[in-house]
């Protein structure tokens, strides 16, 4: 194994390129690490890109945030502007592992790891997060949404390094949250999960939803449905029910020793349910 | 595999070392340097044993890549006492009997002072959740909180 820490991008992206062997790109390591422990990845070459220019900066940009892939929980969980726009963003980066873990741990390692039950990726899918990725042909942006395919796969090329997540800009009246069910109170993986954003009108009407599960299919998944169920609504009995159902019908899980596919299922929609809930009063609704 | 030549800063001390790349920083410390505080306990995250401060972030030392402290800063616990004057959480642990065997305290320690130092007025629950990631297998926890607040008390009035 060699260990190499490139002087820029375009370094990094063409060792990781021209190497033949496993590479891993190395954040926080506390995947990369476990792994290598595991014996499960064993890489020939690792490339640490922690101190590249940008890579550790939150940055306010057009009305948003810019956060560098190098940014760990304990950074992100302190930036006051970030948690005010994005609380949901926040709060599942958070409840990533201890506080060891955080003091490593990225949103965007968690993202290209690719666990289904990944904490802070259904957050960043409601939020329509966006990833900016320097690869060997140069620079370009792909919603966070796109990037797993499954379960320990991305739709990154030999190459590309995210350098950045965009959190958009949102008008008055808007927010988001995210909740995942464990059977402790910490440090365990996600039975389920869901983050939901939303933008209402003045008057507390839900103009815009997205609603993402976590742990309960291949990949993190944006419940399209679920969201066109509440918009045009202040949440009513109704408009929550068929949200749950939308949100249930796209489950399609495992069953393993954390949870059956029917409770997996089930949690998922009262996850949804409550998530909308305290997004819609963080955004300024009243019910 | 090539070795790296590493220099970092070790409890406020210059240290050079030559680790091989898949060396973690729990390794060197232990294997190396000879200080032995930090413990293994899992090696993968979950114990908190390994517990040390990089550049003023609690970490587990087994999962940070030695190669990766160039140029860094690391606290271990056997920076906390200053000579023979115990830290006030190192003694308050004895008093209160907030160990058994010992394997989970430098850890223990270590991420009780980080805490203190953010929020030196914890309540409980914060300990708790604070600690979650230090695993202890004989106290049951509640001597640990207690002494953790009996420290942070006496910190306070000073
Ligand atoms: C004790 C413990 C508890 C945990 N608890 C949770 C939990 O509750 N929820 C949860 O979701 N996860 C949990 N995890 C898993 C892990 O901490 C997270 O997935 C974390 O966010 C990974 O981030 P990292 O920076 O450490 O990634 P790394 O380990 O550095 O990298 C992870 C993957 O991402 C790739 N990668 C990293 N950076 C980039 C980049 N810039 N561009 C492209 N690829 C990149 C790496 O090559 C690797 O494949 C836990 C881990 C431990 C050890
Ligand atoms: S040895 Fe590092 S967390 Fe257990
Ligand atoms: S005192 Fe034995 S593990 Fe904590």
Same mark, same amino acid.
């Given at each position: 194994?060699?260990?190499?820490?490139?002087?820029?991008?375009?370094?990094?992206?063409?060792l990781?390129?021209?190497?033949?062997?496993?590479s891993?790109?190395l954040?926080?390591g506390?995947?990369?690490l476990?792994?290598?422990?595991?014996?499960?990845?064993?890489?020939?070459?690792i490339?640490?890109?922690?101190?590249l220019?940008?890579?550790?900066?939150i940055?306010?940009?057009?009305?948003g945030y810019?956060?560098?892939?190098?940014?760990?929980?304990a950074?992100?969980?302190?930036?006051?502007?970030?948690?005010?726009?994005?609380?949901?963003?926040?709060e599942a980066?958070?409840?990533?592992g201890s506080?060891?873990?955080?003091?490593?741990?990225?949103?965007?390692?968690n993202?290209?790891?690719?666990?289904?039950?990944?904490d802070?990726?259904?957050?960043?899918?409601?939020?329509?997060?966006v990833?900016?990725?320097?690869?060997?042909?140069?620079?370009?942006?792909?919603?966070?949404?796109?990037?797993?395919?499954?379960?320990?796969?991305?739709?990154l090329?030999?190459?590309?390094?995210?350098?950045s997540?965009?959190?958009?800009?949102?008008?008055?009246?808007?927010?988001d949250?995210?909740?995942?069910?464990i059977?402790?109170t910490e440090?365990?993986?996600?039975? &389920?999960?869901?983050?939901?954003?939303?933008?209402?009108?003045a008057?507390?009407?839900?103009? &815009?939803?997205?609603?993402?599960?976590?742990a309960?299919?291949?990949?993190v998944?944006?419940?399209?449905a679920a969201?066109?169920?509440?918009?045009?609504?202040?949440?009513?009995?109704a408009?929550?029910a068929?949200?749950?159902?939308?949100a249930?019908?796209?489950?399609?899980?495992?069953?393993?020793?954390r949870?059956t596919v029917?409770?997996?299922?089930?949690?998922a929609?009262?996850?949804?349910?409550?998530?909308?809930l305290?997004?819609? &009063?963080?955004?300024?609704?009243?019910? | 595999m090539?070795k790296?030549?590493?220099?970092?800063?070790?409890?406020?001390?210059?240290?050079q070392?030559i680790?091989a790349?898949?060396? =973690?920083?729990?390794?060197?410390?232990?294997d190396?340097?000879g200080l032995?505080?930090?413990?293994?306990?899992?090696? =993968? *995250?979950?114990?908190?044993?390994?517990? %040390?401060?990089?550049?003023?972030?609690? %970490?587990?030392?087994?999962?940070?890549?030695?190669?990766?402290t160039?140029?860094?800063?690391?606290?271990?616990?056997?920076?906390?006492?200053?000579?023979?004057?115990?830290? =006030?959480?190192?003694? %308050?642990?004895?008093?209160k009997?907030?160990?058994?065997?010992?394997?989970? =305290?430098? *850890?223990?320690? %270590?991420?009780?002072?980080?805490?203190?130092?953010?929020?030196?007025?914890?309540?409980d629950?914060e300990?708790?959740?604070?600690?979650?990631?230090?695993?202890c297998?004989?106290t *049951?926890?509640?001597?640990?909180?207690?002494?953790?607040?009996?420290?942070?008390?006496?910190?306070?009035?000073?």
């Amino acid at each position: 194994m060699r260990y190499v820490k490139p002087e820029n991008l375009k370094d990094a992206s063409a060792l990781i390129g021209g190497e033949e062997g496993i590479s891993r790109i190395l954040a926080g390591g506390t995947d990369v690490l476990v792994q290598l422990k595991a014996e499960m990845v064993e890489p020939d070459l690792i490339v640490d890109v922690k101190h590249l220019d940008g890579m550790r900066e939150i940055v306010a940009e057009d009305g948003g945030y810019r956060i560098g892939a190098a940014v760990s929980g304990a950074e992100l969980g302190e930036h006051t502007g970030v948690k005010a726009l994005w609380p949901g963003v926040v709060e599942a980066m958070e409840l990533i592992g201890s506080t060891q873990v955080q003091g490593r741990a990225t949103m965007v390692g968690n993202l290209c790891n690719g666990s289904p039950a990944a904490d802070s990726v259904p957050a960043m899918v409601a939020a329509d997060a966006v990833a900016r990725i320097h690869g060997l042909a140069g620079e370009r942006d792909i919603p966070v949404l796109d990037i797993p395919t499954g379960p320990g796969r991305t739709s990154l090329a030999k190459g590309d390094i995210i350098t950045s997540v965009f959190l958009p800009a949102r008008p008055d009246h808007a927010s988001d949250a995210y909740l995942r069910f464990i059977p402790r109170t910490e440090m365990d993986i996600a039975v &389920a999960s869901a983050g939901v954003s939303l933008e209402l009108d003045a008057d507390g009407t839900c103009r &815009a939803a997205r609603v993402a599960l976590g742990a309960v299919a291949p990949t993190v998944v944006l419940v399209e449905a679920a969201g066109a169920a509440l918009v045009g609504t202040k949440l009513d009995d109704a408009a929550i029910a068929a949200m749950v159902q939308a949100a249930e019908a796209t489950c399609n899980p495992i069953s393993d020793k954390r949870g059956t596919v029917e409770y997996r299922t089930k949690t998922a929609g009262v996850l949804a349910k409550r998530a909308t809930l305290i997004a819609y &009063a963080r955004a300024g609704g009243q019910k | 595999m090539k070795k790296l030549h590493i220099s970092t800063s070790i409890n406020g001390d210059e240290a050079q070392f030559i680790c091989a790349p898949d060396e =973690t920083l729990l390794d060197v410390l232990r294997d190396h340097l000879g200080l032995t505080g930090a413990k293994e306990g899992c090696g =993968t *995250g979950d114990c908190g044993a390994c517990s %040390v401060m990089l550049n003023g972030r609690l %970490v587990c030392s087994c999962l940070v890549l030695a190669g990766e402290t160039e140029g860094a800063e690391v606290e271990t616990i056997e920076g906390m006492a200053n000579g023979d004057d115990l830290h =006030t959480l190192q003694r %308050v642990f004895i008093e209160k009997a907030a160990l058994q065997c010992g394997i989970c =305290t430098p *850890g223990i320690l %270590v991420a009780a002072r980080a805490l203190l130092e953010k929020n030196p007025d914890p309540t409980d629950t914060e300990i708790r959740y604070w600690l979650a990631g230090n695993l202890c297998r004989c106290t *049951g926890y509640d001597k640990i909180i207690k002494a953790v607040q009996a420290a942070a008390a006496e910190m306070r009035s000073v």
